[in-house]
């Protein structure tokens, strides 16, 4: 499941995944994150729940498609990502890709989401 975080500070667009995250999922969810995103400054903060589980049917193919479509079409507005989760393997794969990610990228842990909120807009 993905859905929007209510409480964010002005310009900071925040999202929670949780359980499995399917295709059409995904694409039910591009043109709200299109949306979001048409701005001139990114800043996301993105909450991997204790119980997301990963991609169902055709979700990492949407993921790619979504990220990279995200990543060519405002690479230069990217500013912060706070990326907030206590999952061990989600710190392993963002210090494994850190690299391919425009803009900074920060992880929190859960207790520490209001936290992760202000670094976002800062």
């Known amino acids: 499941m993905i859905e929007l975080l209510d409480d964010m500070p002005a310009g900071v667009t925040?999202?929670?995944v949780s359980g499995r995250v399917g295709g059409e999922e995904l694409r039910d969810f591009g043109p709200t994150m299109k949306t979001l995103l048409d701005t001139d400054e990114i800043r996301l903060v993105e909450v991997v729940?204790?119980?997301?589980?990963?991609?169902?049917?055709?979700?990492?193919?949407?993921?790619l498609k979504m990220g990279l479509g995200?990543?060519?079409?405002?690479?230069?507005?990217?500013?912060?990502?706070?990326?907030?989760s206590d999952k061990e393997w989600?710190?392993?794969?963002?210090?494994?890709?850190?690299?391919m990610v425009p803009g900074e990228l920060k992880l929190f842990p859960v207790g520490r989401l209001e936290e992760a909120k202000t670094w976002a807009a800062g």
């Open 14 to 16: 925040g999202f929670r």
């Open 49 to 63: 729940a204790d119980d997301y589980a990963g991609f169902g049917p055709g979700g990492l193919v949407e993921d």
């Open 70 to 84: 995200t990543l060519i079409g405002h690479h230069s507005a990217f500013r912060r990502i706070a990326i907030v």
């Open 90 to 99: 989600v710190t392993h794969m963002l210090h494994a890709l850190a690299w």
